[in-house]
């Protein structure tokens, strides 16, 4: 049996149990569930395709890798997918959690992820007993490890830091990939979420022909409607690239019936041809991000990277690499709870993490409006 480290999520219950005393309830911005409504429209799709007797199409049927592609053409500024290049999923994590494994790695070989992430990335690399190391640039990999990478995580935009690689940073980070004759996967789940900047300037997709110079071959990306749905129970996700891999992963996920239900796939084929619904949840999300970053503010913390997501990366004023350590990370989440708000910390995401806390903005506005006064008058 394979062993993992406990689920870092059981470390933050004294935390949980701190703010809950609070007189006024708690406020649990921990972690990322969407909370409103999935559009009427998807669950009355869900609804009409519910008399769905047969065994449905493990990549998809036709209709859905079809409207995965015109969605890449549509909203991601990929052009010329066809169903060929993409595959549904049972949600995102498991594909990231699994690709490793599907791809054929094992002992001596190497995952590169990200120097800051979501832990699945990690989870991953040892499920397929291959190794992970963290690092946001591949030259600083040795040439004898170097020689062993055989998949490369980025993710962009970042889960916690919400941080966005432009199309030059994607690009140069591809080649690099392709020199190591390593497969590049990008996970772009928060891409319709761009904040500041990218409000005005679509995020970019790893597919983007300007990354891949018009050539997918040994690049994937990788995409749910968890977050711009709020389809995180329908286990909504695909992914999409190099026609050859997206082929053979396709024919493993048959023989492990990895499949995504047939009345599913309809609901996604519903949310992936409608834009309208992606905006009105943005809008939201907009709200309740603009109250908290103003709140933050007020009681003298900082907010880094945050450029697209759902989460803003707080710490202390003054907060560098070299003097922060995870028990800073734990004072801030405690001075939260004392206030009645449950946040993540950054520890959770690696050692770079450290002194930092993450806060999502997916809460009720209710519980939004209440966290937000409550940071501004007396964290």
Not at 182 to 198: K, Q, R, S, T
Not at 232 to 250: H, M, Q, S, V, W
Not at 280 to 292: D, E, H, S, W
Request: charge should be negative; aromatic fraction near 6%; hydrophobic fraction near 40%.
């Amino acid at each position: 049996m394979v062993k993992l480290p406990v689920y870092p999520w059981e470390e933050l219950t004294p935390y949980r149990q701190r703010a809950e005393q609070h007189p006024d309830g708690v406020c649990d911005l921990s972690i990322g569930s969407p909370v409103d409504p999935v559009p009427d429209f998807i669950q009355q799709a869900l609804v009409q395709a519910s008399n769905w007797p047969g065994y449905p199409v493990a990549g998809g049927d036709d209709h859905l890798r079809r409207a995965i592609a015109e969605w890449y053409a549509r909203r991601r500024n990929v052009p010329e997918l066809g169903p060929e290049h993409t595959a549904a999923t049972v949600g995102s994590k498991e594909l990231v959690a699994w690709l490793p494994l599907m791809l054929g790695l094992g002992p001596g070989d190497v995952v590169v992820r990200p120097r800051i992430s979501y832990p699945t990335y990690d989870i991953g690399a040892r499920l397929a007993g291959a190794v992970s190391i963290p690092t946001d640039d591949l030259a600083t990999v040795d040439a004898e490890t170097a020689a062993r990478v055989k998949l490369v995580w980025l993710n962009s935009p970042a889960n916690p830091t919400g941080d966005v690689l432009d199309r030059d940073q994607l690009s140069r980070t591809v080649d690099h990939a392709r020199q190591l004759g390593a497969v590049i996967a990008n996970d772009e789940c928060y891409a319709e979420l761009g904040w500041d900047h990218w409000e005005d300037h679509r995020v970019p997709s790893i597919l983007d022909p300007v990354v891949t110079q018009g050539d997918l071959r040994g690049v994937l990306s990788v995409y749910s409607l968890s977050k711009q749905s709020n389809m995180a129970g329908y286990r909504a996700a695909f992914i999409a690239g190099d026609p050859t891999l997206i082929a053979e992963l396709i024919n493993i996920r048959k023989h492990a019936g990895m499949v995504v239900p047939g009345p599913l796939q309809a609901a996604m084929v519903a949310a992936l041809n409608d834009d309208e619904h992606v905006a009105v949840q943005k809008a939201r999300y907009r709200t309740r991000r603009g109250q908290l970053m103003s709140a933050l503010r007020q009681a003298g913390l900082e907010v880094h990277g945050s450029e697209a997501g759902l989460y803003l990366w707080v710490c202390q004023p003054g907060r560098t690499a070299d003097s922060a350590t995870s028990q800073d990370s734990w004072d801030l989440v405690r001075r939260f709870a004392d206030a009645g708000i449950v946040t993540g910390p950054g520890v959770f995401y690696s050692e770079a993490g450290n002194g930092y806390v993450r806060l999502s903005i997916t809460a009720p506005d209710d519980v939004v409006a209440v966290a937000a006064h409550r940071i501004s008058v007396g964290l």
